[in-house]
């Protein structure tokens, strides 16, 4: 009879762990709901995971349990209160230090300000901040996320990192022609990528023992000051900087 020592030291000697599927299936669960655009019913989400609508009922209760997701009175699942607690806890430093910056870019410029972070082969937006006085703004909710090397924060984030590093930290994901170019300005420029019509400036933002994140404003209009705008990022980012070093 193998002892469970035994086998932690060939899994520890192989370098390679195996993960929980039920705790994947469940993650998997939460990031389904959050990019549904409505309430699923069971059977939806079951069919999304792929697994029995059984399986996917115990791991609806055990996330329910935790009020990661709760249900309508017509049964239907969505993401719950316990996720913003945990979402406050994501980079809280980062978030509390860029707040006031996004608060008077947004104001400022009457466009939608926000912080994205680099994950993996993605940017993923962190917090937003919508003008105060603005009839018709764009939403850029927390948690949506493009590509790394489509859009000004990805581009800026690019350009802290020499082709090279950038290569060996995302392989597979090309390195932007644009980004010397953003490195010297500090601040990058995208038009009709990551959504066509839609504009955005980026300045990068060095987190000390983090990972690399980037200021930015997503615009319509095409006639706007970018050099001007691009500055502000680049002296917000050096504020947020001054505050997490």
Do not use: K
Not at 4 to 32: F, H, K
Not at 97 to 111: D, F, I
Not at 170 to 175: F, I, M, Q, S, V
């Amino acid at each position: 009879m193998t002892s469970p020592n035994a086998a932690s030291s060939r899994s520890d000697a192989a370098g390679t762990v195996s993960p929980s599927q039920t705790l994947s299936r469940g993650i998997q669960a939460l990031e389904i709901l959050a990019a549904a655009e409505r309430s699923l019913t069971i059977a939806e989400l079951a069919a999304a995971l792929g697994v029995h609508r059984s399986v996917a009922y115990r791991i609806l209760r055990t996330l329910e349990d935790h009020s990661l997701l709760v249900r309508d009175d017509a049964g239907r699942v969505q993401p719950g209160p316990g996720l913003a607690v945990l979402a406050r806890g994501v980079s809280r430093t980062l978030q509390t230090a860029a707040l006031p910056e996004l608060t008077q870019l947004a104001n400022s410029y009457n466009m939608t300000a926000f912080v994205a972070v680099w994950d993996h082969q993605d940017c993923v937006t962190l917090v937003t901040v919508e003008p105060r006085h603005s009839a018709a703004t764009l939403v850029q909710h927390p948690g949506t996320r493009h590509p790394a090397n489509v859009g000004a924060p990805g581009i800026a984030i690019q350009s802290t990192m020499s082709p090279e590093q950038w290569n060996a930290l995302a392989p597979g994901l090309p390195y932007r022609a644009e980004a010397p170019e953003a490195r010297r300005l500090g601040y990058a420029a995208s038009h009709d990528e990551v959504i066509e019509g839609l504009s955005s400036l980026a300045a990068p933002i060095h987190v000390p023992g983090g990972r690399p994140a980037a200021i930015a404003v997503v615009y319509i209009r095409r006639d706007q000051d970018e050099a001007a705008i691009g500055q502000a990022l680049a002296a917000s980012a050096a504020r947020i900087e001054s505050q997490l070093s």
